[in-house]
T-cell receptor, first 110, second 113 residues
Framework: QQQVKQSPQSLIVQKGGIPIINCAYENTAFDYFPWYQQFPGKGPALLIAIRPDVSEKKEGRFTISFNKSAKQFSLHIMDSQPGDSATYFCAASMGNQFYFGTGTSLTVIP | NAGVTQTPKFQVLKTGQSMTLQCAQDMNHNSMYWYRQDPGMGLRLIYYSASEGTTDKGEVPNGYNVSRLNKREFSLRLESAAPSQTSVYFC????????????FGQGTRLTVV
């Protein structure tokens, strides 16, 4: 079964909007929660990551919010730009394995 | 630095043919992974190698074999390709298992006809 559930599958926002992508997990042993960004024809690249001892992490226009009790985490993109149009994957990991969500295709309209 | 390099970038196989996907990293990473990416299914782990000399099955290992040739190289072999193995394959590496950033290659787009 899917260890990490991601929604929505796709998202369209206007330039300057704040898209939010949500992920949920069940296994409380997960101890590292990265977000990856993937452009067409390229491999995924790390965007931002958080560990469960903090509730929020911000890097530039990208913010992860982490709710340990609800077992949920989300990615917020402030002041979104057309160049942010890509597929975003959340992941959770423990030990040797990453478990990825199914991805969100984001389109930012100029 | 090249990072993670995969070859080939594209491949078409006939059902039943075999092939090996090559992966090399130049970051002195200990752990290496093979994933397949299919529409709507995210990245699914095929095999991984936590350290040189070890390999383990992931979520979808059937029909595949791997070899950790040395610390730099991790290959994926399809012994008898099937249309269900049509996918985009990604190799990745991490410095320390799944607790640190994973660096991905550019992918191999494989079509089995």
């Amino acid at each position: 079964q899917q260890q990490v559930k991601q929604s929505p599958q796709s998202l369209i926002v206007q330039k300057g909007g704040i898209p939010i992508i949500n992920c949920a997990y069940e296994n409380t042993a997960f101890d590292y929660f990265p977000w990856y960004q993937q452009f067409p024809g390229k491999g995924p690249a790390l965007l931002i990551a958080i560990r469960p001892d903090v509730s929020e992490k911000k890097e530039g226009r990208f913010t992860i919010s982490f709710n340990k009790s609800a077992k949920q985490f989300s990615l917020h993109i402030m002041d979104s730009q057309p160049g942010d149009s890509a597929t975003y994957f959340c992941a959770a990991s423990m030990g040797n394995q990453f478990y990825f969500g199914t991805g969100t295709s984001l389109t930012v309209i100029p | 630095n090249a990072g993670v390099t995969q070859t080939p970038k594209f491949q078409v196989l006939k059902t039943g043919q075999s092939m090996t996907l090559q992966c090399a990293q130049d970051m002195n990473h200990n752990s290496m992974y093979w994933y397949r990416q299919d529409p709507g299914m995210g990245l699914r782990l095929i095999y991984y190698s936590a350290s040189e000399g070890t390999t383990d099955k992931g979520e979808v290992p059937n029909g595949y074999n791997v070899s950790r040739l040395n610390k730099r190289e991790f290959s994926l072999r399809l012994e008898s390709a099937a249309p269900s193995q049509t996918s985009v394959y990604f190799c990745a590496s991490t410095r320390d298992r799944a607790r640190t950033e994973a660096f991905f290659g550019q992918g191999t787009r494989l079509t089995v006809v």
